[in-house]
């Protein structure tokens, strides 16, 4: 059965990095591409980007430019997404999903706080 | 880019009742219009696709219709268990942008 299985959650400081994994299992790896996809407490779902599994191409949100950073690893079919220059606003839970067209399985989502 | 908009912005009604949300977007995106049933703290699920082709395993009382730039999903008989909070979203070109989102409760 298809599984995407996170990373665990991340308390980081302002202006610190973090890099949140995403492993891929019972599908072709590079079939596929993984989107990422964040919500912020008691927010609504907002797109952060994609990244295609088969050669690394990627599509990043015009406010995350520069900030985001998306690969994978197709010999452990993991994707990993790092977010740069964080701030009290990237607090959210993130979420990545196996897409061709729209995601359809999610992994469980990782909560990224954000405080000094 | 293209903004994604829904309607109503929450909504109560009885079991049984039929409901009906609404998502506009800004440009015609064809059919590339999928839509999420998310449930308090839990993960996102896809309800339907290419705008009216229902996921595996989804309750046929769930559908989903237009093309272009408006489209709506339907419950034909509301059940408690659909108490949740739906988003529409583009998938056509990116950005694929969501919807802000139907909080749909029980009267």
């Known amino acids: 059965q298809v599984q995407l299985v996170q990373s665990g959650a991340e308390v980081k400081k302002p202006g610190a990095s973090v890099k949140v994994s995403c492993k891929a299992s019972?599908?072709?790896?590079?079939?596929?591409?993984i989107s990422w996809v964040r919500q912020a407490p008691g927010q609504g779902l907002e797109w952060m980007g994609w990244i295609s599994a088969y050669n690394g191409n990627t599509n990043y949100a015009q406010k995350l430019q520069g900030r985001v950073t998306m690969t994978t690893d197709t010999s452990t079919s993991t994707a990993y997404m790092e977010l740069r220059s964080l701030r009290s606003d990237d607090t959210a839970v993130y979420y990545c999903a196996r897409s061709y067209g729209a995601p359809d399985y999610w992994g469980q989502g990782t909560l990224v706080t954000v405080s000094s | 880019d293209i903004q994604m908009t829904q309607s109503p912005s929450s909504l109560s009604a009885s079991v049984g009742d039929r409901v009906t949300i609404t998502c506009r977007a800004s440009?015609?995106?064809?059919?590339?219009l999928a839509w999420y049933q998310q449930k308090p703290g839990k993960v996102p699920k896809l309800l339907i696709y290419?705008?009216?082709t229902l996921q595996s395993g989804v309750p046929s009382r769930f559908s989903g219709s237009g093309s272009g730039t408006d489209f709506t999903l339907t419950i034909s008989s509301l059940q408690p268990e659909d108490v949740a909070t739906y988003y529409c979203?583009?998938?056509?070109?990116?950005?694929?942008?969501f919807g802000p989102g139907t909080k749909v409760d029980i009267k």
């Open positions: 290419a705008a009216s």
């Open positions: 019972g599908y072709t790896f590079t079939s596929y591409g």
């Open positions: 440009q015609g995106i064809s059919n590339y």
């Open positions: 979203q583009k998938y056509n070109s990116a950005p694929f942008t």
